[in-house]
Antibody, heavy 120, light 108 residues
Framework: QITLKESGPTLVKPTQTLTLTCTFS??????????VGWIRQPPGKALEWLSV???????AYSPSLEGRLTITKDTSRNQVVLTMTNMDPADTGTYFC????????????WGQGTMVIVSS | SSELTQDPSVSVALGQTVRITCQGD??????ANWYQQKPGRAPVLVIY???KRPSGIPDRFSGSDSGHTASLTITGAQAEDEADYYC???????????FGRGTKLTVL
C-alpha cells in the first residue's frame, strides 16, 4: 500500500523560507521510472504544479517559481524535501506531494496535503 | 501556450451524461490526465493516458482526445460525482506539468 504524508510548519512569516517534507511508504524512490512531485492549491483556487524529483535524481521546477524552489530526495529515509524561499502571503495554500508510478506519466497517488499560511 | 483551458462550471441532471473539456496546444502532443477533487480532500485520479481508469474508478468515467481538446465523460452521473475536476498534462517543453483551472460539476 502506497502512502504519502506531508509535514511542515502551518504558519510562516513573509520573507521566511518554507521547508516541507514528504514521507512516503510502499515504494522506493530508487526504482526506475518513479518520481515524487509537489503541487499546491491556494484556498478556493486551482491546483498548481511546483516541482518533481525522479528516481535518477533529475529534477524540474515550475518556470514561474524556479529560483525559489529546491527539491531533494533522501532515498534511505523515504523522504522528499521541498524548500521555498522568500515566502509571500500569495503562497498561502495547501501543499500536496504526489507519487508518479510506472502506471504512466501521471501523479497517481497523493498525500492528504498540508496547509501553509503566510502571515506576519 | 502551455495553458489548459476548462469551463469554470458544468451541471448535469442525475443519471444523465456530462462531458467536461480541456483545451490546450500541448494536448496535441501529450495525453491529459483527469482528477476529481471533493472539498477538503486531495485530488483523486480518475482518467489517465489514453482513456485508462485506475483500479477502483467506476466505468462511468471515460476519456477521449481530439486535436487540442481532451474530454472527460461521465455516463450516468451520480450524486457522489459532484466535485471539481482538473485536467493535467505536460507543458510545451515536456519537462513541466500544468493543470487546468478546474471545472465545478454540479449534479442536479
Amino acid at each position: 500500500q502506497i502512502t504519502l504524508k506531508e509535514s511542515g510548519p502551518t504558519l510562516v512569516k513573509p520573507t521566511q523560507t518554507l521547508t516541507l517534507t514528504c514521507t512516503f511508504s510502499g515504494f522506493s524512490l530508487s526504482s526506475s521510472g518513479v518520481a515524487v512531485g509537489w503541487i499546491r492549491q491556494p484556498p478556493g483556487k486551482a491546483l498548481e504544479w511546483l516541482s518533481v524529483v525522479y528516481w535518477d535524481d533529475d529534477k524540474a521546477y515550475s518556470p514561474s517559481l524556479e529560483g525559489r524552489l529546491t527539491i531533494t530526495k533522501d532515498t534511505s529515509r523515504n523522504q522528499v524535501v521541498l524548500t521555498m524561499t522568500n515566502m509571500d502571503p500569495a503562497d498561502t495554500g495547501t501543499y500536496f506531494c504526489a507519487f508518479r508510478s510506472t502506471l504512466g506519466d501521471v501523479f497517481d497517488m497523493w498525500g492528504q496535503g498540508t496547509m501553509v499560511i503566510v502571515s506576519s | 501556450s502551455s495553458e489548459l483551458t476548462q469551463d469554470p462550471s458544468v451541471s448535469v441532471a442525475l443519471g444523465q451524461t456530462v462531458r467536461i473539456t480541456c483545451q490546450g496546444d500541448t494536448l496535441r502532443t501529450y495525453y491529459a490526465n483527469w482528477y476529481q477533487q471533493k472539498p477538503g480532500r486531495a485530488p483523486v485520479l480518475v482518467i489517465y493516458g489514453k482513456n485508462k481508469r485506475p483500479s477502483g474508478i467506476p466505468d462511468r468515467f471515460s476519456g477521449s482526445d481530439s486535436g487540442h481538446t481532451a474530454s472527460l465523460t461521465i455516463t450516468g452521473a451520480q450524486a457522489e460525482d459532484e466535485a471539481d475536476y482538473y485536467c493535467n498534462s505536460r507543458d510545451s517543453s515536456g519537462k513541466h506539468w500544468v493543470f487546468g483551472r478546474g471545472t465545478k460539476l454540479t449534479v442536479l
